[in-house]
């Protein structure tokens, strides 16, 4: 009888528990009924606390350590620290409920501390931690680290770039984070420009497919569960294209050329991909800091295109409303605008929870503006199941980082990443007839061809070029010349040690290029690293000059995220190679290239001028952008968009429509025969591009609107088809209506974004 009740005394305790557990912690609950519950019992404080994000605590440790007591610079956005919040008074607010999110969190086991201090604070609210997975989860040490945007856009393959987004979530999630400052949906039109290589190139259309496959890989379809991560659109808008080529300089654009170039992207990331979170911009546009354009973050994205997620700010961006831009007299006033403008989330640091709370309690901000933003950082934090388990199982990840399955797809990415742009007949090579193979360059046998956006990996997770190319000729074969791996260098002694050497050679390879890498002081390219010109650093075009005068057979790699005017080069190399920064399998990946165990397949997502004062340089410039000829050079680029060789060759037939005439709410389909006339298989990327002949307002002269992969064996043919939507017509006319005019417009399929590369049909769409 006794052990009767005493079973009868435990059922009542634990039934009382779960009456007596608030609405918020059922899971069985839907999670807008959860997010109503939990903010009930929330205080302003803790409400605007959810908008507030850190640092992480090691994070500051090692910034401490780097400038020992000397300040970071204020145009410095890689390095931050609090001079008057101690680690542990952070530690403190967090256990206060007073941080709502966490960012350079690069360990689980830290992501779990933090997390074991927030359940100690009155709700127990989970924090969202969120880092800068931009081509895998490269800021953490012993990941996947898939080639850069730049690359990963010259594949022009989105079920690829969907499958590495959804691996690279995996890893996200696998080290404490949640959430990721990914895609980079800037168009970008200024390769002066250090963040050309974190954006998929110049081509509102390109950029808009390439984005909405990498918000699907990581959110998935609802963007629920533990193996998701949230992505985020970022940067409203217009930083790609500065007035003279730096990072957050300002922006002047007319609407048109908003709504036309930059606003796709958002649109469909939105719209079609459901991103959950975007980013406001560094810079300036039009006389608005992007950090208080209401017109931008309220009416077009929440307004038009229906954004209900949170929007985050850029490192310490609000605090430059007054202290760059000088349009806030006071911090507090930035604040203010800011939130009112829109913005949900204030990275980084401390001040603005006490400035938007008092700036509730005065009446200058409405509470319903924090519970907007507060409301969707806890629906992302049900989302992602934070509330059932924060926390991290630090032996399951390691289970996942740089997997067999994720090294494979690292691999084929960074294959499918290279482009060949020039090859004489030297390529593919065949090792066994060379005796003696010279590999040169500062980025021969370095971490370089990770990118930027990635901190120190393991030595045996990254193979060198120069290690790709000892694997396959064999290292007997291969002479080695450290050239050093400063691309700045200039010094005349090591071209004449690395010429010498050529010489005795029968083949030499030089590694060229930048250095993206944000932990070395010799960095040339990457966020925050712009340049006046294009060419070539130190003394890297005159080692490749002296080592051709020798006669030995020349092949030059690029490796860096921006195009470079590499013009004698490109003139006098037999073999020219643009491998951007393609990942932990760099060295594989072109040394299978070179040998033609894989046949390059990548084109050209960003024209590559033959000069910066050339810039800009886009394909799809309006008509009269050349009416008038540069006097001293050539006015086309030195390798267009969309253009990229291979080891065959491909045969295109006539272009044929549908139809001949339509109205404008029709559909057509346009079909070409492509054949593989060459020896081996390969993969073409065929390209549709349209263009209104006469519009009342002016349109470029080609657009791309389509594009497929197309794989054919030596002799084998394929038809091709693409169906064009009236959404493919349609823009912007005189007045501003959206829509398709009446008129004739040519269709152009082909191998790239030159004429001679086109085949061309019209059509007419009637009244």
């Not at 699907?216 to 963007?223: R, S, W």
């Not at 709504?259 to 939105?270: F, I, M, N, S």
């Not at 080692?543 to 195009?563: A, F, Q, Y």
């Not at 709410?665 to 298989?681: C, M, P």
């Amino acid at each position: 009888m006794r052990r009767t009740l005493l079973t009868l005394a435990v059922l009542f305790a634990a039934l009382l528990a779960v009456a007596q557990k608030p609405l918020y912690k059922d899971v069985r609950q839907p999670i807008g009924k959860r997010v109503d519950d939990l903010m009930q019992r929330m205080t302003l404080e803790e409400k605007v606390a959810q908008m507030c994000q850190y640092v992480g605590p090691e994070h500051i440790r090692e910034t401490q350590e780097r400038f020992k007591g000397t300040k970071v610079a204020k145009n410095d956005d890689a390095y931050g620290f609090y001079p008057n919040l101690s680690i542990n008074d952070l530690y403190r607010m967090t256990e206060e409920g007073k941080v709502g999110s966490f960012l350079h969190v690069v360990t689980a086991e830290e992501a779990n501390l933090l997390q074991k201090l927030a359940m100690r604070s009155r709700l127990q609210i989970p924090l969202i931690i969120g880092i800068d997975a931009i081509h895998g989860n490269a800021l953490v040490n012993g990941t996947t680290v898939y080639p850069t945007p730049i690359g990963q856009a010259s594949s022009f393959d989105l079920e690829l770039i969907e499958k590495l987004s959804r691996e690279s979530a995996l890893e996200v999630r696998a080290t404490g984070a949640h959430w990721t400052f990914t895609p980079n949906i800037d168009v970008a039109r200024d390769a002066r420009w250090g963040r050309t290589g974190e954006t998929f190139g110049e081509d509102p259309y390109l950029v808009t497919r390439m984005g909405v496959a990498t918000i699907k890989g990581y959110q998935g379809e609802n963007c629920l569960g533990s193996d998701v991560a949230l992505a985020c659109a970022k940067h409203l808008i217009a930083g790609s294209e500065p007035s003279n080529g730096t990072n957050a300089a300002p922006m002047d654009v007319s609407e048109r050329t908003l709504r036309e170039v930059y606003l796709p992207p958002y649109k469909a990331a939105v719209e079609e991909a459901g991103v959950f979170t975007l980013m406001a911009a560094h810079n300036e546009l039009n006389g608005v800091p992007c950090h208080a354009d209401k017109w931008m973050m309220t009416d077009i994205m929440r307004g038009e295109y229906g954004f209900n997620g949170f929007i985050v700010s850029d490192w310490m961006d609000v605090e430059r409303i007054k202290e760059l831009h000088c349009v806030a007299p006071t911090l507090k006033e930035a604040y203010r605008e800011t939130v009112e403008a829109g913005l949900d989330m204030h990275m980084h640091g401390p001040g603005f929870m006490e400035g938007v709370v008092e700036l509730v309690k005065e009446g200058r901000l409405t509470e319903k503006q924090v519970e907007r933003a507060c409301r969707s950082i806890l629906e992302a934090k049900f989302k992602l199941g934070l509330f059932e388990n924060p926390f991290v199982d630090t032996k399951e990840s390691k289970k996942v980082l740089f997997n067999k399955e994720h090294q494979a797809t690292a691999l084929e990415a960074a294959e499918k990443s290279i482009v060949l742009l020039k090859n004489n007949g030297l390529l593919p090579l065949d090792f066994s007839k060379y005796k003696n193979i010279l590999v040169t360059g500062p980025n021969a046998d370095n971490h370089t061809v990770l990118g930027d956006w990635t901190l120190q990996q393991p030595d045996e997770n990254v193979v060198t070029v120069l290690d790709g190319i000892r694997r396959v000729a064999g290292s007997d074969k291969v002479t080695y010349y450290d050239y050093g791996d400063d691309v700045r260098l200039n010094s005349p002694e090591k071209v004449k040690a690395a010429a010498g050497l050529a010489k005795k050679a029968d083949l030499a390879i030089v590694v060229v290029g930048e250095n993206p890498l944000r932990y070395q002081k010799t960095k040339t390219c990457g966020e925050n690293i712009d340049r006046m010109g294009l060419d070539l650093l130190g003394t890297q075009e005159l080692l490749v000059k002296e080592i051709h005068k020798t006669g030995v057979p020349v092949i030059v790699v690029l490796v860096g995220g921006r195009p470079l005017s590499v013009n004698w080069i490109a003139q006098n190399v037999p073999a020219l190679i643009q491998a951007w920064e393609p990942g932990s399998f760099a060295g594989t990946a072109i040394a299978n290239i070179l040998t033609g165990k894989v046949n390059p397949s990548a084109k050209l997502p960003i024209s590559i001028p033959r000069h910066a004062g050339q810039i800009q340089m886009i394909y799809n410039h309006k008509p009269s952008q050349y009416f008038h000829k540069y006097k001293d050079g050539p006015s086309t680029p030195l390798y267009p968009f969309g253009y990229g060789l291979s080891y065959t060759t491909f045969a295109y037939g006539d272009l044929k429509l549908s139809r001949s005439e339509m109205s404008a709410e029709d559909s057509f389909t346009a079909s070409i025969e492509l054949a593989n006339t060459g020896e081996r298989t390969g993969t073409e990327i065929v390209q549709l591009y349209i263009r209104d002949e006469y519009s009342s307002a002016t349109r470029p002269v080609k657009e791309l609107k389509d594009f497929v992969r197309v794989t054919l064996k030596p002799g084998e043919k394929r038809t091709v088809f693409f169906t064009v939507t009236p959404d493919k017509l349609a823009y912007f006319d005189r007045k501003m209506k959206y829509g398709v005019e009446p008129g004739t417009f040519v269709v152009m399929v082909g191998a790239s974004s030159l004429d001679k590369d086109l085949k061309k049909a019209r059509i007419s769409v009637t009244e």
